[in-house]
């Protein structure tokens, strides 16, 4: 019988993304492609690994099939493990019917006889959806030494975007004094990350409980954990420094992207020290041109470039060809843009064809009304043809044509 982990991670990747639209419209949030060759999923799966946490439960329910392939056994996170190692756990019958994951809390609740397989002394909880690098056994570590119920990863965030987060208020020693779940004008700036630190005992019987409170929507950040602050239960704000991005939205998504190109930006993929593995198709080397131009963008492998790229995150066997132009874009797998056309400040998903002279996205200063402006995005398998403009802020999930 080999010995049961200190630590297992669940990792929650269920949700829909309804505000990524298109994009999720066939894949979950977590398996949305990231930074010319990652998911992002590839993101708390590598953190896991790198912390010493090697039994993953990946907790999915909406649109799981690529996820699921994607991560098939673990094998390129050292997850193909005999003991332990990753799990995908979707909602499944059980005597009294199947049930849908209610809300997060209810999704781990769910599987309390998974996690009671391993009895183990300390459980993260963690999501699918956040682009950052941290080491979570650093996090256990102060849990520990707080003797802590429940440890909650917290990031200082700008005042002017602290009413988008959860936000905790805590004494010198690091405690949580009290919670402003999202308010209109903020009194703290300091974030819930959503990445939480539990000690198992104390978690199982509070899934328990919070189950059996008809009143509770079983959601950690707005029902269990604000329950355990109310009877009384020891929790710690952990405090992390580095670079976290929640990309919930069309907007984030984009700028996750364009950060890896920033060099004031503190996320660097090329770091073996703290690795970010994911399971990347193989392709041969990307081909630039003595007709292409690129400038400060990330191109991988299988590229084919003729035409001019600036500022931008290329994806695996993209071809742009001569006289097109991409600026301020995202362009995913297997997509062709043809001569003459032009792509800027938008987001073109796998397989896409922009054919010649056509048109998508706008860049902001030639906007009359900034209102107006926004990141255009064009979805899978889309082809947009000759001559067409595709508008700010349009999301296109259909072929269009003159």
């Known amino acids: 019988m080999s010995r049961s982990p200190e630590c297992i991670a669940m990792l929650l990747a269920g949700g829909q993304g309804s505000r990524l639209g298109i994009l999720t419209k066939n894949i979950a949030k977590p398996a949305v492609p990231y930074g010319g060759k990652y998911r992002i999923i590839d993101f708390p799966l590598s953190n896991c690994v790198n912390s010493g946490i090697y039994t993953v439960g990946v907790l999915t329910q909406y649109q799981p099939l690529e996820l699921n392939d994607y991560i098939g056994n673990g094998q390129p996170w050292d997850l193909d493990r005999e003991n332990g190692g990753v799990h995908i756990l979707s909602p499944y019958q059980q005597i009294s019917g199947t049930t849908w994951y209610k809300n997060t809390a209810n999704a781990i609740y769910q599987n309390i006889n998974f996690i009671d397989r391993y009895s183990p002394q300390y459980v993260a909880i963690l999501s699918g959806d956040h682009i950052y690098k941290m080491d979570y056994s650093k996090m256990l570590a102060y849990h520990k030494e707080k003797q802590a119920d429940c440890t909650i990863a917290m990031l200082e965030v700008p005042w002017e975007e602290a009413s988008r987060f959860g936000l905790m208020f805590t004494d010198k020693s690091g405690a949580i004094t009290a919670f402003e779940e999202k308010p209109k004008v903020p009194k703290s700036n300091k974030a819930s990350m959503g990445v939480y630190m539990f000690t198992w005992a104390k978690l199982r019987q509070h899934l328990i409980d919070d189950e059996n409170n008809p009143d509770s929507g079983n959601d950690f950040g707005h029902d269990l954990i604000p329950a355990m602050h109310r009877l009384g239960e020891r929790l710690f704000a952990y405090p992390f420094d580095g670079y976290w991005k929640d990309v919930g939205t069309i907007d984030s998504l984009w700028e996750a992207n364009l950060d890896l190109l920033n060099p004031k930006v503190n996320l660097d993929l090329s770091d073996n020290s703290w690795k970010i593995y994911s399971r990347s198709p193989a392709a041969p080397p990307h081909y630039v041109s003595g007709d292409a131009t690129v400038q400060n963008s990330m191109v991988a492998e299988g590229c084919q470039i003729d035409g001019e790229v600036d500022f931008s995150v290329l994806f695996s066997n993209v071809t742009i060809e ?46 009359k009304n900034l209102d107006d402006w926004g990141v255009t995005v064009v979805g899978s398998g889309v082809t947009i043809g000759n001559n067409v403009r595709i508008k700010p802020k349009q999301m296109v999930d259909q072929n269009m044509f003159f």
Do not use: C, F, H
């Open 322 to 367: 001569k006289g097109a132009m991409v600026r301020d874009s995202i362009v995913m797998p297997g997509t062709v843009i043809k001569s003459g056309a032009v792509v800027q400040y938008s987001i073109v998903a796998e397989n896409a064809v922009i054919e010649p002279k056509a048109i998508v996205g706008e860049r902001p200063e030639v906007m």
